[in-house]
């Protein structure tokens, strides 16, 4: 079907790329979907195909370096690794409310994608005709209706709403029909490595979403240490397939605290980890209170900045499963 919507039958005016398709732009995230969304066109289109992954400093550690090397070093897929960070970070400066946020990300997201869209087109193989992206079906209904509500939107989910007009281009959507579990299989199927297939949800616009109130580097730089050390605890108990997204928040507020011999004033981090099976509803997961006093004590007393870890007990609805 991959084949047969980018053929050259249909845009007959340029000439062909690779293997006689039409280019395709994907986009990755550094998620499951764009993964395999990417894969399985590369598996159809070979180097027809062109991935963009846009490195907007609102990243977990680590993360970058995993896309790059899984895409690049092992799989041989074209991508360019855009570093832009300093262009997010700063047109997010200052900025608090969680919507202006999405829009800023995606925003520059729309404008980094172009200016690559334009560098590619100048390898002398033409421009891209076909944006890729890794939409699944909960996608397609969460960005109509939310569930159990009125017509509203929620959140103004995904980062590239807005692009294939803009760009005049024909979007491709291979995981649209398909839940996450059997996006999973498909990786599994492509030979995507299982920990990489596992991987919790993360969302297009990062940390920022994460980070209630404006975002400085500071609090991502804290938020991120934090981040991994929970992470880290999740995986060490076994506990990292069991749930649907685990991640911790760090929260506009300061409290007090005894360190040593001292007095303390430092952020408050919230941990959140949910059960799930799209997304779209979602249950706190019961930890043992032992592991959460483990996971607290080892982020107080190895992350600078943060002196008090707070459990969220929240199930969707009616919260969300990110805090903005
Ligand atoms: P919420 O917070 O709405 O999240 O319960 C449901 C799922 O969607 C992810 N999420 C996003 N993904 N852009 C994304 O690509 C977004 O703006 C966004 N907001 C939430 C969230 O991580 C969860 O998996």
């Known amino acids: 079907a991959i084949q047969k919507q980018v053929g050259l039958g249909r845009s007959a005016e340029r000439p062909s790329q690779a293997a006689g398709y039409g280019r395709v732009l994907c986009g990755l995230s550094g998620g499951v979907d764009s993964a395999v969304a990417a894969v399985l066109i590369h598996e159809a289109i070979g180097d027809a195909l062109t991935c963009v992954f846009v490195d907007h400093g609102l990243l977990r550690q680590g993360e970058a370096e995993e896309v790059v090397s899984l895409f690049r070093d092992h799989n041989n897929i074209p991508l360019r690794h855009v570093q832009a960070q300093e262009l997010f970070l700063t047109a997010l400066e200052g900025v608090e409310d969680p919507e202006v946020k999405r829009k800023t990300i995606g925003r520059l997201f729309i404008e980094v994608f172009e200016a690559e869209a334009k560098k590619i087109a100048e390898d002398g193989r033409g421009a891209p ?3 890729a992206q890794g939409t699944l079906y909960p996608d397609v209904i969460e960005s109509v209706s939310f569930t159990g509500g009125p017509s ?20 491709v959507e291979p995981l649209r029909e398909l839940f996450k579990d059997e996006v999973r299989a498909l990786g599994r199927e492509l030979g995507l490595p299982e920990a990489f297939v596992g991987r919790h949800p993360f969302p297009g616009p990062g940390l920022a979403i994460r980070c209630p109130g404006a975002v400085t ?24 397939d069991e749930i649907w ?33 799209d997304g779209m509803t979602a249950d706190f997961y019961p930890f043992d209170m032992s592991f959460l006093g483990r996971a607290a004590t080892r982020i107080v007393n190895e992350v600078k900045g943060v002196n008090r870890v707070v459990y969220d007990v929240t199930s969707k609805p ?7």
């Open 152 to 171: 509203v939107t929620i959140k103004s989910h995904h980062n590239v709403g807005g692009l294939p007009e803009r760009m005049n281009m024909a979007l």
């Open 129 to 131: 005709q076909f944006l």
């Open 318 to 324: 009616p919260g969300t499963i990110e805090w903005e």
């Open 245 to 277: 997204q685990a991640f911790a928040a760090l929260l506009p507020v300061r409290s007090v605290g005894v360190m040593g011999d001292g007095r303390s004033y430092d952020y408050v981090l919230a941990l959140r980890a949910v059960t799930s099976t």
């Open 217 to 240: 580097r500071e609090k991502l730089e804290i938020l991120r240490k934090a981040d991994a050390v929970y992470l880290d605890e999740i995986r060490k108990a076994g506990l990292y």
